[in-house]
């Protein structure tokens, strides 16, 4: 269900991560590798990236195939970012469609991004909601997983916590009630925070450049390392470092 890709470092067109490579993001749409559960990612796609100065991102989201956007190769051909999400989506049953269920998923200086489905969605999920006030359930972007997901990270951003802990609580609530595939992936443009549970990630360092994080690599290069099943990858300028979860 879904790939998903980060990057952080020098300045990059989205092209050069997404599009160019032999195995990228938008080929993943249809012909993913390592892509374990479903076949094709055609449930929508979204481009988080950062502009030099200013800390909220933008972002370009689709209901449909990222292959099928004529215009998606000219705006990934031009933009130069320093950080980005960028996911293509294979919606979970009784999940909501649409623009404003692809991630990534924005509020504030953040961007994230869900790789997998919860187990029992919604059933399951009425104690982790519980932990969200009506004004946050009220603020959801969408009624999927992802987005209950994106709340409860955020519920912790916003107390102050940090990236990997915001993510950690999250998986945490959740798997107190149920199980799933929960590979989660947030940024605020100087650091990256990601979880492999359930499902592939994969990371990987740019000599002098910077670093991705991906579901799966988008070549053959044999830098590409795996982040063990149930772990917490941080990245940021000085390195990756990945412990358990």
């Not at 404003?100 to 994230?112: I, K, M, R």
Request: proline share 8%; charged share 20%.
């Amino acid at each position: 269900m879904c790939r998903h890709l980060a990057y952080l470092g020098a300045p990059v067109t989205p092209g050069e991560l997404l599009v160019e490579p032999p195995f990228g993001l938008y080929r993943q749409s249809w012909a993913p590798r390592a892509q374990q559960y479903g076949t094709v990612n055609a449930d929508g796609f979204g481009l988080g990236w950062y502009a030099d100065g200013d800390p909220t991102p933008a972002r370009y989201r689709r209901a449909g195939p990222i292959w099928a956007d004529a215009s998606f190769a000219d705006l990934a051909r031009v933009i130069r970012t320093r950080a980005l999400v960028a996911a293509v989506r294979s919606a979970t049953e009784g999940c909501a469609a649409g623009e404003d269920a692809a991630a990534p998923f924005a509020a504030g200086p953040w961007l994230f991004s869900h790789n997998g489905a919860v187990a029992g969605w919604p059933d399951k999920l009425d104690a982790p909601a519980g932990r969200l006030s009506p004004a946050e359930l009220l603020e959801l972007p969408a009624r999927t997983d992802s987005a209950l997901l994106w709340g409860l990270a955020l519920h912790r951003l916003r107390a102050g916590a940090g990236l990997g802990e915001a993510l950690a609580g999250a998986v945490a609530d959740v798997t107190a009630h149920t199980t799933g595939r929960l590979n989660l992936l947030l940024t605020d443009g100087r650091a990256i925070a990601a979880t492999a549970w359930g499902d592939t990630l994969h990371h990987r360092s740019l000599p002098g450049a910077g670093v991705l994080v991906a579901s799966e690599p988008y070549d053959d290069h044999p830098d590409w390392t795996v982040v063990p099943d149930r772990s917490l990858l941080l990245a940021g300028p000085d390195g990756v470092v990945v412990r358990p979860l």
